[in-house]
């Protein structure tokens, strides 16, 4: 696994023929009016999108894999302009380039994925909880197996791609060993997710 702050090291014959993965840890907030929040995930992006492009220089961007994405092409453009505006922006630039949308989930278990959070959204009693989280749980592993699989599957020798994965979900991934990874982490990402904790503890 790369470090993004070492990257002006790197030559592109070290990783001829290589499968490459730029993992961007998703940011996903509702549309609202806090203006300090729009600003820094705004920020956030643009920095993401920044760092990727100078990574780019070990291969440019084909293939976009988002979370909560099963559709594709210009379907999977109008979900993310309609559900993450903030992403938008970024994933608009690089198709723009000639990447492309390659859908990610598994849809019936991501829609079971989604029923039992909100699940763990509702309920009060401990043992319930208890149940409805190893149900949750397990979905979530296959889940994230099925992500992994779809990557493996769609990304071909000497391409580049994106991930956009929140990062406790990305650690969980197992890839084959010829995919480089190279983790982008803006600077703003602590401070995002302090500010989100802060704004919304129960997140």
């Not at 993992?23 to 705004?42: A, G, R, S, T």
């Not at 092409?73 to 492309?100: H, M």
């Amino acid at each position: 696994m790369a470090e993004l702050g070492k990257i002006n090291r790197l030559t592109m014959d070290e990783f001829k023929g290589e499968r490459r993965l730029f993992c961007v840890p998703n940011i996903f907030v509702v549309d609202e009016e806090d203006e300090k929040l729009k600003d820094l995930i705004e920020k956030y992006w643009k920095e993401a999108l920044f760092h990727v492009e100078k990574l780019e220089k070990l291969g440019f961007v084909t293939k976009i894999f988002v979370e909560t994405i099963f559709v594709e092409g210009q379907e999977a453009i109008d979900v993310i302009r309609e559900t993450n505006p903030y992403l938008y922006p970024f994933i608009e630039k690089k198709v723009s380039e000639g990447a492309v949308i390659v859908g990610l989930e598994d849809p019936e278990i991501f829609g079971q994925y989604i029923d039992w959070a909100n699940c763990l959204r509702v309920v009060k009693t401990i043992t319930v909880m208890q149940k409805v989280f190893d149900y949750f749980s397990h979905i979530n592993q296959r889940r994230i197996e099925e992500i992994g699989n779809k990557i493996s599957e769609s990304l071909k020798e000497g391409e580049s791609a994106i991930l956009i994965l929140r990062d406790q979900d990305r650690v969980k991934l197992s890839l084959p060993k010829d995919i480089d990874i190279f983790l982008v982490i803006p600077s703003l990402y602590d401070d995002l997710l302090r500010y989100l904790r802060d704004k919304f503890p129960l997140q």
